[in-house]
């Protein structure tokens, strides 16, 4: 199975428009990043995002490139949220799975999959990039893309 973590795109200021939807840049780049995905032959199964705009955004350009009908809100993926219950649950997930959020709740729960410790930080984001996660017999970091360098 692989875990596809995306932090969401770029977004308008806060100050212009309070819902935070994709600016310019955060569409063209959460594009670039499912082109990515699409041209090298990944397949989602389905999307879980976050009940933010931009969030939301991010999961619908993904789901659109690579024809994924199962897009779900939840109401557990926001910024700050506990990632345990997220993480025991993805445990259990027996299909690719894609994670359109925020930070820091991806860094933790990156780093509770692969160290088992939601504080011990061990991957970067950035917006509208990927890092994907593979579990065989543990969970590992097979690779990490962000837009400037597809």
Known sequence: MYLFLI????TIPKEKDPER???IQGKKHTKRAAS?????????EEIWHSN??????TAEIIGKKLSCNEIKERSD???????????KEIQKFDKN???????????????ILLTGDEEKLTVKFQN???VCLE???QWSLVWSVIPNII
């Open 128 to 130: 509208s990039g990927i």
């Open 52 to 57: 933010k705009l931009r969030a939301k955004h």
């Open 77 to 87: 993926l926001g910024p700050l949220d506990p990632v345990k219950k997220v993480s």
């Open 36 to 44: 990515f995905l699409g041209s090298h032959g990944f397949l989602v």
């Open 97 to 111: 799975l894609m994670i359109a959020g925020h930070l820091p709740f991806l860094e933790k729960l990156a780093s």
């Open 135 to 137: 579990r065989d017999e």
């Open 21 to 23: 939807p994709l600016n």
């Open 7 to 10: 932090q969401h795109g770029k």
